[in-house]
C-alpha cells in the first residue's frame, strides 16, 4: 500500500500551481500574448550580471572537485563566516559563520526550523494572508497551524487576535514581510508591538515562543524606511532566507537560516536543525551556489522595474474601481474581488485570460492575488481585461 498521506498531499494540488498549468494550455492554444498570466511569482528581471561573472570564473579556475563537491551539511564554513560577516556589516550584530545554516532555499528553511522545535501537537501561528506551503511544513513536522485573521484595511497584526491565539501549546509564531501574497511590509511600530507581546507572553508561560521570520522579499521593498532585523529584536529567532528573489534566481534553490545567539538552548536547537535536515533528506545546499551567494551576497536585481510595474498596474485599477492596499514591496497586489467568492471572481476572470489566484488558499477570502513580476508589456496588455471585468460587476451583467 502506497502512503495516504501523501497521496492526499500530491493530490492537493497548489492552486498557484493549477492557475500556472492553465495558463500554459491556454497560451499553446490562442498565443502567449493574449494570455496575461499573474499566477507564479517568478521573478521576471535578469540575475545581476556579477551572478553570470562569479559562475563562469569559478568554471574557469576551479577544480570540479572544488565546484560540484559536496560541502558540511550546514553549508561550506567560508560561506557561512563570509554571510554572517555581511549580516553583521549591515546590521550591526554579532554572528559568526556558526549562527549560519545554509538551505535549498526559504522553503527548506522554514522546513529545517519548524522540524527542529515542533513536538507533536506544538502550536504554530500564521498571520494571514500567509504563504501557502506553510501548512504542509507545520503539518509535516507534527505541529498545528493557528490561523490570525487578517486585518483587511492595512494588513497589519491585529494584536488582539494574536495575544488570544498565544496559550501554553503555542511553539511559534511565523511572520512574512514583505508579505506574499499582499505585498505589505510590517511597520516599525508593528515589530516593536510585535516582540514586546511576545516577551511578555513567555514571561508569563515561562516557555520561550519562537519567532520565524520568512524573508525571501527582504530587497525587494519600495520604501525608503529600513526593514527591522529580527535576530537585533527578539531572542528567540531565526531568520529564513532565500536568494530566489534577491538575485532572480529561484530555481537554483540556494538559501540559508541565520540563528540568534540568544536562543533558548541555542546549541540544542541548533543540533535539532542538522537532525531536522538530515531527516528531511537535505544533504547540503548546492555546493556552487553556496558560493555564489558567499560572493553576491548584498547585490539585488534591478528591482526598478517591480516598482514600475506596481505603479501602473496599482494606479490603473484603482481608476477602474478596485479595491486594494497599496503594497510597499515583494512584487504582488491584493485586491478585494468583486464579489464575496473570489474562485468565481477569478473564473471569470479567466474567461477573459486574466490569470489571477484566490485568496482562499492564503487565508484570506474576497481577495485575489496578482504577481506583477512580469514584462511591463504584459501588464499594458491586460489592463483592457481588468477595465472590462470591472465594468461587467459595475452593470452586473454575466460575462
Known amino acids: 500500500m502506497i502512503s495516504k498521506k501523501m497521496l492526499e498531499t500530491g493530490s492537493r494540488k497548489s492552486i498557484i500551481r493549477v492557475i500556472f498549468d492553465f495558463g500554459k494550455e491556454r497560451a499553446a492554444l490562442i498565443g502567449a500574448e493574449n494570455v496575461y498570466d499573474f499566477s507564479l511569482g517568478n521573478p521576471s528581471v535578469p540575475a545581476p550580471e556579477i551572478v553570470h561573472q562569479c559562475i563562469r570564473t569559478m568554471m574557469e579556475e576551479e577544480s570540479s572537485t572544488d565546484i560540484h563537491g559536496y560541502t558540511h551539511l550546514q553549508g561550506d564554513i567560508n560561506v557561512r563566516s563570509k554571510i554572517a560577516d555581511d549580516i553583521n556589516r549591515e546590521h550591526k550584530t554579532a554572528l559568526t559563520g556558526a549562527n549560519i545554516y545554509m538551505t535549498t532555499g526559504a522553503t527548506a528553511s522554514l522546513r529545517i526550523c519548524f522540524s527542529a522545535i515542533a513536538n507533536p501537537g506544538d502550536e504554530f501561528i500564521v498571520i494571514a494572508p500567509f504563504f501557502t506551503e506553510y501548512r504542509i511544513g507545520i503539518e509535516q513536522a507534527g505541529g498545528k497551524m493557528v490561523i490570525i485573521p487578517a486585518r483587511t484595511k492595512d494588513f497589519q497584526i491585529d494584536f488582539e487576535a494574536l495575544e488570544a491565539a498565544i496559550n501554553p501549546a503555542t511553539k511559534a509564531l511565523v511572520i512574512n514581510s514583505p508579505n506574499n501574497p499582499s505585498g505589505v511590509v510590517y511597520t516599525r511600530e508593528t515589530i516593536d508591538q510585535l516582540t514586546a507581546l511576545l516577551r511578555r507572553k513567555q514571561e508569563e508561560l515561562q516557555q520561550p515562543i519562537y519567532l520565524v521570520s520568512d524573508e525571501p522579499y527582504r530587497e525587494i521593498l519600495f ?21 530566489s528573489k534577491s538575485l532572480s534566481i529561484p530555481g537554483e534553490r ?25 531527516y528531511l533528506g537535505y544533504v547540503n545546499a548546492p555546493s556552487m551556489f553556496q558560493k555564489v551567494a558567499a560572493i553576491c551576497n548584498g547585490s539585488v ?60 488558499d492564503f487565508g484570506c477570502k474576497g481577495h485575489v492575488r496578482i504577481a506583477y513580476c512580469v514584462d511591463p508589456m504584459v501588464i499594458e496588455r491586460s489592463l483592457p481585461a481588468f477595465k472590462k471585468l470591472a465594468e461587467l460587476y459595475k452593470k452586473g451583467q454575466d460575462l
Open 254 to 278: 540556494i538559501g540559508y537560516i541565520a540563528f540568534s545567539p540568544k536562543l533558548t538552548d541555542y546549541t540544542d536547537l541548533f543540533t535539532a536543525a542538522c537532525g531536522s535536515a538530515r
Open 301 to 360: 536585481a534591478n528591482i526598478d522595474i517591480y516598482r514600475q510595474n506596481r505603479d501602473r498596474l496599482y494606479e490603473a485599477l484603482i481608476s477602474y474601481g478596485y479595491e486594494c492596499v497599496k503594497p510597499e514591496g515583494a512584487f504582488y497586489l491584493f485586491p478585494k474581488a468583486m464579489e464575496e467568492d473570489a474562485s468565481a471572481f477569478c473564473a471569470k476572470g479567466r474567461e477573459l485570460n486574466l490569470l489571477m489566484l484566490p485568496g482562499d
Open 223 to 243: 520604501t525608503d524606511e529600513k526593514l527591522p532585523y529580527l535576530l537585533n529584536e527578539y531572542d528567540n529567532s531565526m531568520v529564513c532566507y532565500s536568494y
